[in-house]
């Protein structure tokens, strides 16, 4: 199987490859682009829009010329993989991506990133490397003249109904749409989710409710960010890095500061971890840890690795997070896994005898806390330069 997923891959490379090859660069190509991918489409299939977003991709990775190169040594990305970090870095700052030097550090630290370090070890899902790229954008863009502060002025709202929208289905039902900033729209997920999971309802139900009828949801949104590091980005929990005008909303509103060190070394009496605990597992996995999972850890239930019943401590280094599905299968005993306690790695074992490595990727995660650090010293040394 894993020899035929690596043909399958490098043929689809090949395939786009060709069609670059064909086309020559988008931006430079005199020929009419509609008409170009009609002939494309006439070999290979599919829509113009679809022809142009991985051609668009092979140009970003030929602009990470280390990266290109470990990819196409190992092909252990798909195309799939490759219009995720397209489309993550295409909405970066003007100025950024015109930087040679940005486009540098993106190349070294994706190639790090994507770099195997140990045997049967996953290959980051397009989710987790998005993720790893608005980390780096976010350090960059706080470099930038201006971030960080203030507005001097309060932002045009959108005109018209673009950031709200309604239209009738045929099955007799209507869509709606809106558009909040990132800590908003965590804010109402986590009520929605909250409301309905108190009173057993569904989530369209419980956000109706919490609109239409007389409801009260108090919520908690965990945020996390380093206080070694001057400046360092603040991370959400199942959204990212958060942007500096999403943070200038967050003003006032913080009621709790936890040390996170110290409620990942804290071993508990109680079966259920307190929100200490629960807030660093959070912050340390990020999503569910079974293989390939992007379930949000805070969704997800906390997880002896040795039983409680057995003497299994409540500790981080003893629990792990698991959305309720792939808990049941751990539960049913159709596999087990083990918990490196120090880098919070975790090691499937299935019953065929096969294993897997999962990498813990939240900003707490030993390994990620390393990176940023990196980086961030990285963005010093570029500011001395500079000055």
């Not at 190169?69 to 252990?76: A, F, I, K, Y």
């Not at 206080?227 to 199942?238: I, K, M, V, Y």
Request: net charge negative; charged share 25%.
């Amino acid at each position: 199987m894993a020899q035929a997923g690596l043909i399958a891959r490098r043929s689809e490379y090949r395939k786009w490859r060709a069609c670059q090859e064909s086309a020559g660069p988008i931006e430079t190509n005199v020929r009419d682009w509609s008409e170009h991918a009609t002939d494309l489409a006439c070999s290979i299939g599919g829509s113009e829009r679809h022809i142009a977003k991985h051609l668009e991709a092979l140009e970003t990775l030929d602009r990470l010329p280390v990266l290109r190169e470990l990819v196409e040594e190992m092909m252990h990305l798909s195309m799939a993989h490759l219009c995720r970090i397209d489309a993550t870095v295409i909405g970066v700052h003007p100025d950024l991506y015109d930087s040679a030097e940005f486009w540098g550090t993106l190349d070294t630290e994706l190639a790090g990133y994507l770099t195997p370090k140990k045997h049967n070890q996953l290959v980051p899902t397009p989710d987790a490397i998005a993720r790893k790229i608005r980390a780096i954008i976010a350090v960059w863009e706080a470099d930038m003249p201006g971030a960080g502060d203030a507005p001097d002025e309060e932002p045009e709202k959108p005109r018209g109904d673009g950031d709200y929208r309604q239209w009738p289905q045929t099955d007799g039902n209507a869509v709606t749409e809106v558009s909040h900033d990132a800590v908003t729209a965590a804010a109402i997920d986590k009520a929605v989710r909250t409301h309905a999971a108190a009173n057993s309802i569904s989530l369209a139900q419980a956000h109706a409710e919490l609109i239409l009828s007389n409801v009260t949801v108090q919520v908690t949104l965990n945020l996390y960010r380093a206080t070694d590091l001057a400046g360092a980005p603040t991370f959400l929990s199942s959204l990212g890095v958060l942007s500096a005008e999403a943070l200038a909303n967050l003003e006032g509103r913080i009621t709790a500061v936890r040390d996170m060190d110290q409620a990942g070394a804290k071993v508990e009496e109680a079966y259920r971890p307190s929100v200490g605990l629960r807030a660093f597992l959070e912050g340390r996995d990020w999503v569910c840890r079974w293989p390939g999972c992007n379930r949000p850890a805070e969704r997800s239930q906390k997880d002896h690795c040795v039983d409680y019943e057995a003497g299994g401590p409540t500790t981080a280094a003893n629990m792990a997070s698991l959305c309720q599905h792939h808990h049941n299968r751990k539960t049913d005993g159709v596999v087990h896994y083990l918990l490196d306690p120090h880098t919070g790695d975790v090691y499937w074992l299935f019953e065929d005898r096969t294993w897997v490595v999962d990498e813990a990727e939240g900003p707490l995660a030993p390994r990620q806390r390393r990176w940023l650090r990196t980086l961030w010293q990285k963005r010093r040394g570029r500011q001395d330069r500079r000055r």
